[in-house]
T-cell receptor, first 114, second 111 residues
């Protein structure tokens, strides 16, 4: 079946622009996660949804970052007034249940802020 | 900040040899997972080991977990060129849903 998909795959934004990154999880997966991966580093957690509820947003680096999953399926990560330090790969993952299940990752969106 | 430390940061071996990567972490965990990431691609789940397990196998992969030392190792036997990738360990703490990743080991298999 289809895996996690993300769009766009690549995004170039000028500093100060707003961007929106989309994630389509695997159908039926309850949990959805966003991670940020800087070059040469491991992914770092941003936020977590269980269905439409955002249960953990402790990893969002600033109030410029906002995520939503209004119908418990597709999720959007929005970054307002982008800065150069926001340049990274943004990974989305989904999981079947709440605990003990592996997370399936999408290919990521590479964001470059110029 | 990342919890895991992986060792070595980079590893280069000849095809057919075994590759061992180590991961250490700091807090009590529910499970530990290993992922592979090819250049410019997403993460692929390899294996999950629970905190009450000590060893797990999947094909050419062998994972061990020592909770007393807060460490894990991933062994890839009979390596192939296609195994060239970055390998990450990730831990899930008790009561938490998020994964905390290490910085990864870049593995290169030379033909």
């Amino acid at each position: 079946g289809a895996g996690v998909s993300q769009s766009p795959r690549y995004k170039v934004a000028k500093r100060g622009q707003d961007v929106a990154l989309r994630c389509d999880p695997i159908s039926g997966h309850v949990s959805l996660f966003w991670y940020q991966q800087a070059l040469g580093q491991g992914p770092e957690f941003l936020t977590y949804f269980q269905n439409e509820a955002q249960l953990d947003k402790s990893g969002l680096p600033s109030d410029r970052f906002f995520a939503e999953r209004p119908e418990g399926s597709v999720s959007t990560l929005k970054i307002q007034r982008t800065q150069q330090e926001d340049s990274a790969v943004y990974l989305c993952a989904s999981s079947l249940g709440r605990a003990g299940y592996e997370q399936y990752f999408g290919p990521g969106t590479r964001l470059t802020v110029t | 900040s990342q919890q895991g430390e992986e060792d070595p940061q980079a590893l280069s071996i000849q095809e057919g040899e075994n590759a061992t990567m180590n991961c250490s972490y700091k807090t009590s965990i529910n499970n530990l997972q290993w992922y592979r990431q090819n250049s410019g691609r997403g993460l692929v789940h390899l294996i999950l080991i629970r905190s009450n397990e000590r060893e797990k196998h999947s094909g050419r992969l062998r994972v061990t977990l020592d909770t007393s030392k807060k460490s894990s190792s991933l062994l890839i036997t009979a390596s192939r060129a296609a195994d060239t990738a970055s390998y990450f360990c990730a831990t899930r703490r008790q009561g938490a849903q998020k994964l905390v990743f290490g910085q990864g080991t870049r593995l290169t298999i030379n033909p």
